[in-house]
Antibody
């Protein structure tokens, strides 16, 4: 069965970086993409970016461009989302999810979420 | 301010039918399929509807999606207490080159 298992909660100071991992199993990584979504406390869902499992092509939300890097490691079937220059309003639960290779189509399976807290 | 507009909350009695609306524009709902997600308190989102009106395997047929122009709706019939959750619509946006979400609708089963 398809599973996405994310890394554990993180606490960072403002200005620091964080890297969240998402290990996929139960399907062939190169035939799907990952999409990343975050949810601030008590707020709605916010799309962060998309990375192809096939060739590593990425798309990222305009407001985050320059601070976010998405990668994937085919050998370990793991995707990564790094956010740099963290701010308090980056505090959120970060989700990875599986999407088809055509962005904007179907986001079906989700990871359990990773809480990132940014506080001085 | 979310790109897609949903009512913040809806409520209805058990066994009744409720609809949740989602309004967007030509660059998102008007051009791409709409997805709906359910999020139970403290849980991860779950895909309910994709491509406007398709249900993934395992999703109850009490749920249905529809779209007309730049608006979409999620209908749930035969409401049950387990349907209490937050519901989000989403669509790809050509101007932003990414997914956009509605602000979410909290469903209360009275």
């Amino acid at each position: 069965q398809v599973q996405l298992v994310q890394s554990g909660a993180e606490v960072r100071r403002p200005g620091a970086s964080v890297k969240v991992s998402c290990k996929a199993s139960g399907y062939t990584l190169t035939t799907y993409a990952f999409t990343w979504v975050r949810q601030a406390p008590g707020q709605g869902l916010e799309w962060m970016g998309w990375i192809s499992g096939y060739d590593g092509e990425t798309k990222s939300a305009q407001k985050l461009q320059g601070r976010v890097t998405m990668t994937r490691d085919i050998s370990t079937t793991t995707a990564y989302m790094e956010v740099r220059d963290l701010r308090p309003d980056d505090t959120a639960v970060y989700f990875c999810a599986r999407e088809t290779l055509v962005p904007g189509t179907v986001v079906d399976y989700w990871g359990q979420g990773t809480l990132v807290t940014v506080s001085s | 301010q979310s790109v897609l507009t949903q009512p913040p909350s809806v409520s209805e009695a058990p066994r009744q039918r409720v609809t949740i609306s989602c309004s967007g524009g030509s660059s998102n709902i008007g051009s791409h399929g709409v997805s709906w997600f359910q999020q139970l308190p403290g849980k991860t989102p779950k895909l309910l509807i994709y491509y406007d009106d398709l249900r993934p395997s395992g999703v109850s047929d009490r749920l249905s999606g529809s779209k007309s122009g730049t608006s979409a709706s999620l209908a749930i019939r035969g409401l049950q207490s387990e349907d209490e959750a937050d519901y989000y619509c989403a669509a790809w946006d050509d101007n932003l080159n990414g997914w956009v979400f509605g602000g979410g609708t909290r469903l209360t089963v009275l």
